[in-house]
C-alpha cells in the first residue's frame, strides 16, 4: 500500500477507483450514497444508487460495480460511525477482487477517515494487513477535492 495525495477522479481513467459505502438500502431498491466520495461518484454516474442497490441485496460486500468503480463498505449505515472490523474485511475483500480481475492500481480514499471521523492511525495498519503496492490510499491536496 502506498499513500498518495491529489484528487481521486484524476484516476478514473488509468485506475479502478473504490468509492467508500455502506450497506442501507432504500425501500425503492437504491443504496445510499452520502458525502465525501459516495456524493461526488454519485454525480458523476447518477446511476450508481441503483447498480449498488442491486448488489447490496448479497450483503454489505466489496463490489465491482462498472465503469472502474467499486464499493468499498466502511459502515453498515450513514447513519452509524464506520466500523473498523468492517473496514479492514472490505480491505481483504477488495483485494481477493483485485486479484480476480487482474487489476493492476486501485485507489481509494483513507477509508473512514473523512466525514466519518476516524483517526488514519487507527486505520492504516488495518489496510496495511492485506493492501500491496497496487493499492493507493489517497488524500485530497486541496479543499474541494
Known amino acids: 500500500m502506498r499513500e498518495i495525495s491529489g484528487n481521486i477522479w484524476d484516476h478514473l481513467d488509468t485506475a479502478t477507483i473504490a468509492i467508500t459505502t455502506n450497506g442501507l438500502i432504500t425501500k425503492t431498491g437504491r443504496a445510499v450514497f452520502g458525502r465525501g466520495c459516495a456524493g461526488q461518484a454519485k454525480e458523476r454516474f447518477p446511476d450508481l444508487p441503483e447498480r449498488l442497490g442491486r448488489l447490496l441485496q448479497g450483503g454489505n ?30 480491505a481483504a ?34 489496510l496495511e494487513r492485506h493492501l500491496d503496492d497496487r493499492f493507493l490510499v489517497i488524500t485530497c491536496d486541496a479543499p474541494g477535492n
Not at 93 to 121: F, Y
Open 93 to 126: 475483500e477488495l483485494t481477493s477482487l483485485a486479484d480476480a480481475e487482474g487489476w493492476e492500481q486501485v485507489i481509494l480514499p483513507r477509508p473512514g477517515c473523512g466525514g466519518g471521523r476516524l483517526a488514519w492511525k487507527d486505520v492504516k495498519p488495518l
Open 61 to 90: 460486500h466489496v463490489y465491482s460495480l462498472g465503469d472502474r468503480l467499486v464499493s468499498f463498505p466502511v459502515e453498515h449505515s450513514p447513519y452509524e460511525n464506520p466500523d473498523l472490523r468492517l473496514i479492514e474485511r472490505s
